[in-house]
Structures are given as structure tokens and as C-alpha cells.
């Protein structure tokens, strides 16, 4: 019988509970979610169902809560409504965009800079999130359900510290996003972000290691993650990659993203909508802790330099810390024994 794999909260040792048994808790979630809008139903896709189950430990209270959370803020805020010109403004600076590669599994990638933050409106700041989220969902090939952030810290300051945008940014991506962040690279970090996040993890929930990741591109060790994760001939130079006609221009990304909301439509049907697919990870076995690392073994032949120290932050999907120092290289197989055995 295939296996699924769910991860327990209380000891991180993995829990195997058979497709038979995932199936009975999805259809116990929509009985218990009940009758929707033709939309909505369609965001309520098996696949769809799944992740809040994951992201609840396969509790069906739990998840059935979290999804219903959803459902309302989706029918209030209209994620699948918003347009380009209407958050234009706030994609001026490039401070977020979708890059035009994606990761060695084909993940669509978000690039994000945050010193390049040019409004004050945290409603319009979230909005604009919201946006980019939904638009790398769309963008997802069939076989993958996540994305990956680039996170850039060049000529981040003090005065780009924000608290409350922070928690708003989580609350939005914890609650309503469930697992569908694969990896976050935070690149070139100064020494006073440290701090920041420790106290801004008080925000999220403990559960996911190893999908942040602390890049520096002054330590060749560290590197060795982007090597891992990306073709760098397809990689902008700010990552360390050779594409040098790969960034942002305002005026391409536009129209490229005009492009994309003319396929919102087609996308909300049950034919062009990703998450009615089947689910990979149930059916693959693997917990999305395990996918994560399989990836980087699949990506690449290098060693990868991970401390021994594991900032546990989100308990849906979307953090948690991992520093990249030379003096803690570690065998990528190891790291993936002692994940598969529970002693990561």
C-alpha cells in the first residue's frame, strides 16, 4: 500500500498514515466545510484540502478551522480579483516580483528586496503580496505546489525594520498560503537582522526547519546552496548567477503581468486550476520536510554547509532559519539519513 508521510508537532519523528486514510480526511474536511460557490469549490480541490491538513498535522478540526478562515477571507478579500493596475504603484521599485527563472524543479521564484520599499500603506503593501502570491500559483507547472523566495538585502538599513508589516505578512501567508513556501534564500543579511528575527519569529509557528536559508555571498561554502537549487546561467548577477540580462524593468514586467491576468479567468475553472491536480506529496510518500531536501540532493552534487543550529519558526510552512557557515559543511546525505530517521 503507498504510503503518505505527515510530520508529528510533538517530536518531529515521522508518522506514516495510508492514502486510504488521507483520502477519509480529505472528504471530512469538505463534508464539514459544506456547500460552497462554484469558485470557492474549486479552491477546495483535493490537493487543496491536503496542504491545510498537512499544515494541521492531518487534524481535520484543526484544518477544517483553518480552511474555513480561508474561505471567508477569500470571499471577503478577493485574491483572484486583484489586477496590475490596481497595485502597479507598489511594484514600481521591483521590491517584489516573480523572476523569469525558476528553480532546478521548475518552482516559479519571487524575488523580493525589501530596502526598495516605496509606500507607507501596509494595506496596499499586503495587497500587492497577495497579488505576486497568486500569480506564482498560477504559474506553478502541474508537478509542483510550491515556490521559492529570493530574498535580497542589498541596501537594507534600520529604517526598513518593520513589525507590523512583518506580522501582517505572516499572518496572511501562514493562514491562508498553507505550504506552499519549498524554500526561502535570504541573501547577504547584515549583522542587525539577526535580532530582528528572532523577535519578529514570535509571529509565526514552530514546525518547518530547513526552508530558510541564511546565503552570504562572501562565504564560497554558502554559495554552494545557490548552485544547488539553480542553473546560475539563468541566475541573475545579483545571486551570484551569469544571466546578465535577467532583473527588473518596470515596463517588461508589466506587460508581462497584463499578460498573466488575462489567463485569471480560465485559470478558476476546474480545468485550468493546478490545485484540482493530484496531490504529490501524498502520493509520493514524502512530508514537504522531506521533499525539500530530496530536491537539493536531486539538484546537485555538491556538499552544502548547514549549522548545526535550526531556527524552528512556522508551524504551516513559511520558515524557519538554517545559517550557512564554512566551518559547518555537512554531507547532504547525512542530513537526509538523520531527517528520514527523525533526529534532524
Same mark, same amino acid.
Given at each position: +500500500?503507498?504510503?503518505?508521510?505527515?510530520?508529528?508537532?510533538?517530536?518531529?519523528?515521522?508518522?506514516?498514515?495510508?492514502?486510504?486514510?488521507?483520502?477519509?480526511?480529505?472528504?471530512?474536511?469538505?463534508?464539514?466545510?459544506?456547500?460552497? $460557490?462554484?469558485?470557492?469549490?474549486?479552491?477546495? /480541490?483535493?490537493?487543496?484540502?491536503?496542504?491545510?491538513?498537512?499544515?494541521?498535522?492531518?487534524?481535520?478540526?484543526?484544518?477544517?478551522? +483553518?480552511?474555513?478562515? !480561508?474561505?471567508?477571507?477569500?470571499?471577503?478579500?478577493?485574491?483572484?480579483?486583484?489586477?496590475?493596475?490596481? @497595485?502597479?504603484?507598489?511594484?514600481? !521599485?521591483?521590491?517584489?516580483?516573480?523572476?523569469?527563472?525558476? =528553480?532546478?524543479? *521548475?518552482?516559479?521564484?519571487?524575488?523580493?528586496?525589501?530596502?526598495?520599499?516605496?509606500?507607507? /500603506? !501596509?494595506?496596499?503593501?499586503?495587497?500587492?503580496?497577495?497579488?505576486? +502570491?497568486?500569480?506564482?500559483?498560477?504559474?506553478? #507547472?502541474?508537478?509542483?505546489?510550491?515556490?521559492?523566495?529570493?530574498?535580497?538585502? =542589498?541596501?537594507?538599513?534600520?529604517?526598513?525594520?518593520?513589525?507590523?508589516?512583518?506580522?501582517?505578512?505572516?499572518?496572511?501567508?501562514?493562514?491562508?498560503? #498553507?505550504?506552499?513556501? *519549498?524554500?526561502?534564500?535570504?541573501?547577504?543579511?547584515?549583522?542587525?537582522?539577526? #535580532?530582528?528575527?528572532?523577535?519578529?519569529?514570535?509571529?509565526?509557528?514552530?514546525?518547518?526547519?530547513?526552508?530558510?536559508?541564511?546565503?552570504?555571498?562572501?562565504?564560497?561554502?554558502? +554559495?554552494? @546552496?545557490?548552485?544547488?537549487?539553480?542553473?546560475?546561467?539563468?541566475?541573475?548577477?545579483?545571486?551570484?548567477?551569469?544571466?546578465?540580462?535577467? *532583473?527588473?524593468?518596470?515596463?517588461?514586467?508589466?506587460?508581462?503581468?497584463?499578460?498573466?491576468?488575462?489567463?485569471?479567468?480560465?485559470?478558476?475553472?476546474?480545468? *485550468?486550476?493546478?490545485? $484540482?491536480?493530484?496531490?504529490?506529496?501524498?502520493?509520493?510518500?514524502?512530508?514537504?520536510?522531506?521533499?525539500?531536501?530530496?530536491?537539493?540532493?536531486?539538484?546537485?552534487?555538491?556538499?552544502?554547509?548547514? =549549522?548545526?543550529?535550526?531556527?524552528?519558526?512556522?508551524?504551516?510552512?513559511?520558515?524557519?532559519? !538554517?545559517?550557512?557557515?564554512?566551518?559547518?559543511?555537512?554531507?547532504?546525505?547525512?542530513?537526509?539519513?538523520?531527517?528520514?530517521?527523525?533526529?534532524?
Amino acid at each position: +500500500m503507498t504510503q503518505g508521510v505527515q510530520k508529528s508537532s510533538s517530536n518531529g519523528f515521522e508518522k506514516h498514515l495510508a492514502s486510504e486514510e488521507q483520502l477519509e480526511k480529505i472528504n471530512e474536511v469538505r463534508r464539514l466545510v459544506g456547500t460552497l $460557490s462554484e469558485k470557492l469549490s474549486i479552491y477546495c /480541490s483535493d490537493a487543496s484540502i491536503s496542504r491545510y491538513l498537512r499544515a494541521r498535522n492531518w487534524n481535520v478540526k484543526k484544518a477544517t478551522k +483553518m480552511l474555513k478562515d !480561508t474561505i471567508k477571507w477569500r470571499a471577503e478579500y478577493k485574491p483572484e480579483d486583484i489586477r496590475w493596475d490596481e @497595485i502597479a504603484k507598489e511594484a514600481e !521599485t521591483g521590491k517584489i516580483y516573480r523572476s523569469s527563472c525558476t =528553480d532546478k524543479h *521548475g518552482r516559479p521564484v519571487l524575488v523580493m528586496r525589501p530596502s526598495r520599499q516605496n509606500t507607507k /500603506s !501596509t494595506k496596499g503593501q499586503i495587497r500587492y503580496l497577495v497579488y505576486c +502570491m497568486e500569480n506564482a500559483i498560477m504559474n506553478l #507547472p502541474p508537478d509542483q505546489e510550491q515556490m521559492v523566495w529570493l530574498i535580497d538585502f =542589498d541596501g537594507y538599513n534600520l529604517s526598513h525594520l518593520s513589525l507590523k508589516v512583518t506580522r501582517e505578512t505572516a499572518i496572511v501567508l501562514q493562514n491562508h498560503y #498553507p505550504e506552499r513556501l *519549498g524554500l526561502a534564500i535570504l541573501y547577504n543579511p547584515p549583522k542587525f537582522f539577526e #535580532p530582528f528575527w528572532m523577535a519578529a519569529k514570535v509571529f509565526l509557528e514552530p514546525k518547518t526547519h530547513n526552508k530558510v536559508k541564511f546565503v552570504y555571498s562572501d562565504v564560497p561554502d554558502s +554559495m554552494k @546552496i545557490m548552485e544547488a537549487y539553480f542553473d546560475v546561467d539563468h541566475l541573475e548577477p545579483a545571486f551570484g548567477g551569469k544571466d546578465s540580462e535577467a *532583473g527588473f524593468d518596470i515596463g517588461k514586467y508589466a506587460e508581462r503581468m497584463k499578460e498573466d491576468d488575462k489567463m485569471i479567468p480560465s485559470f478558476w475553472t476546474k480545468e *485550468g486550476c493546478p490545485s $484540482s491536480a493530484s496531490e504529490p506529496a501524498a502520493e509520493s510518500g514524502a512530508s514537504l520536510d522531506t521533499l525539500s531536501l530530496e530536491a537539493t540532493t536531486d539538484a546537485s552534487n555538491h556538499d552544502i554547509a548547514l =549549522d548545526s543550529q535550526t531556527v524552528s519558526i512556522n508551524d504551516n510552512d513559511d520558515c524557519s532559519v !538554517t545559517k550557512v557557515l564554512p566551518e559547518d559543511v555537512v554531507n547532504q546525505n547525512e542530513v537526509l539519513t538523520a531527517d528520514k530517521e527523525g533526529h534532524a
